[in-house]
Structure formats: C-alpha cells, structure tokens
C-alpha cells in the first residue's frame, strides 16, 4: 500500500476518504469514530509532530475545499502507530445528511520552514452508533 505523508516545509497534506457502511441507520447517534494507521516512517521531526484532522468540505460549483470540525493530535518521534479520536461529529454529520462525505485531511497544525514529515499507511476507521430504542 502507498504510504500517505503529512509534513512541514513543503506542507503536506494527505487526503482520506472512508465509505460508510449503509447499514448505518440516518437516525443513528454516531457514539465514536477512531482513526488508526501505521507508521512506517517515523519521519524527520525531533520529539514529535502536531496534526490537525479535519473534515473535507468542497463546494460543488467551484470545486474550492475548505476544512471544518478538526481536532488536534500530536504524533510521537519513533511511534509505530498512529490512533486517533476524530470525534464522532464528522461522522455524524455524514450520516444524518448534513454534509456530504467528502473525507478527512490530516495536515500539519502549525507551518515551520523546517522540512518535517511522518509518512502513514493502511488506514482505517472504526465507527460505533447507536439506534433510538425501537428503530432497529
């Protein structure tokens, strides 16, 4: 699998989009939703490395992408795996309607003339909901 890379200097942004199950029900209250990836090289940066995830907007008349609804991790030099807590708000906000799935970007929190990198693979996204009783 390619490896996706998030870094500094250059700003590099990797791009992520899950298919939702359809077994997902509209009205289902998205509990969590945790993004894991491995590491495969630690990459460049001395003890660790903040990213923001956030979720993909893009304007369907001009093709233009925006970000909203993020959350701020920081990657440690010399990990091996990546896991994060994306919130189930982006999730939900899929699942009800409210915004199309477009995907989720991971890109570095803060810009640096400093050429830093962490290169991810084999990404996946787990997602927990819930039914309103008697709507299964």
Do not use: C, H
């Amino acid at each position: 699998a390619a490896a996706l890379t998030v870094g500094t200097g250059f700003l590099y942004s990797t791009f992520l989009k899950f298919s939702l199950p359809d077994s997902i029900p509209k009205r289902a209250t998205i509990n969590s939703a945790r993004l894991e990836a491995e590491v495969v090289q630690p990459g460049t940066f001395p003890a660790s490395m903040l990213v923001s995830i956030d979720r993909l907007v893009i304007d369907p008349a001009t093709k233009d992408s925006t970000y909203a609804q993020g959350v701020l991790e920081q990657i440690l030099a010399g990990s091996t795996s990546f896991a994060s807590n994306i919130g189930p708000f982006i999730v939900q906000a899929w699942t009800s309607g409210q915004a199309t799935n477009d995907g989720i970007v991971i890109r570095p929190a803060t810009s640096s003339d400093l050429l830093a990198w962490i290169s991810l693979r084999n990404p996946s996204l787990t997602i927990t909901y819930s039914v309103p009783p008697g709507t299964e």
